[in-house]
């Protein structure tokens, strides 16, 4: 069966420090990879999404960046936070080709004071 | 472009009463949707998703929904309302590529003893 790994769960970084979140997948092969922040209160916003390694689509401009350096990792940076950038980080993983249904990590809740 | 409005960013219902989350959707194509919940600070968990086939589709946890398409609408309902099943449930749909999810706002769900 498939899991996904997603790590920190939580993280208190001050601003202007980095930051790198870590997503993995296990079981499937070329998966299509996302990192969606969800800020209180407030619904999902894709952040990027992934359908190949090296392929990277942002949705939104900002500071924020992500990296696919192998087939099931996927990796979200940033190289000075902002205090905007709190929020609960969830990456998510579906099958390649067609709708499919997307599968969630535990999320990782960052705080950036 | 495709996109989902859920009426009521809270419901409160009793414990054993009807749950009813409504969610309308705009989409170019023929959609796919899927409904997902999320209890507090997990990752999203699916519960159903429509797909063209029948348009009652039951998922998991006694929930379902029903796909109308002269009301594009996608509700979910439960006859009766557990505690547990307070959480907060999103309603998103696919894009013709397969490759991204849009979510509504959330609606958070309460159930009273």
């Known amino acids: 069966s498939q899991t996904i790994h997603q790590w920190p769960a939580t993280l208190v970084q001050p601003v202007g420090s980095p930051l790198s979140l870590e997503c993995t997948v296990e079981?499937?092969?070329?998966?299509?990879l996302y990192w969606y922040r969800q800020a209180a209160g407030r619904g999902l916003q894709l952040l990027f999404y992934?359908?190949?390694?090296?392929?990277i689509s942002s949705e939104v401009p900002q500071n924020l960046s992500a990296s696919r350096p192998q087939d099931r990792q996927f990796i979200l940076s940033s190289k000075k936070l902002l205090l905007s950038d709190s929020g609960f980080y969830l990456c998510?993983?579906?099958?390649?080709?067609?709708?499919?249904?997307?599968?969630f990590g535990n999320g990782t809740r960052l705080t950036v004071t | 472009a495709q996109s989902v409005t859920q009426l009521g960013s809270h419901v409160s219902v009793s414990e054993g009463a009807l749950v009813l989350l409504r969610c309308k959707y705009s989409?170019?194509?023929?959609?796919?949707l899927f409904w997902y919940v999320q209890y507090p600070n997990q990752g999203l968990q699916l519960l159903l998703k429509?797909?063209?086939?029948?348009?009652l589709v039951k998922g998991i946890n006694g929930f379902e929904a029903e796909f109308k398409k002269s009301e594009t609408s996608f509700h979910l309902t439960k006859p009766s309302a557990h505690m547990s099943d307070a959480a907060e449930y999103f309603c998103?749909?696919?894009?013709?590529?397969?490759?991204?999810?849009?979510f509504g706002e959330g609606t958070q769900l309460t159930v009273n003893p």
């Open positions: 998510a993983w579906s099958r390649a080709g067609g709708r499919s249904p997307l599968h």
């Open positions: 079981g499937t092969s070329n998966p299509n």
């Open positions: 992934s359908v190949g390694i090296g392929q």
């Open positions: 989409s170019s194509v023929p959609p796919y």
């Open positions: 429509y797909t063209s086939a029948a348009t």
């Open positions: 998103a749909v696919s894009d013709s590529s397969g490759s991204r999810l849009t």
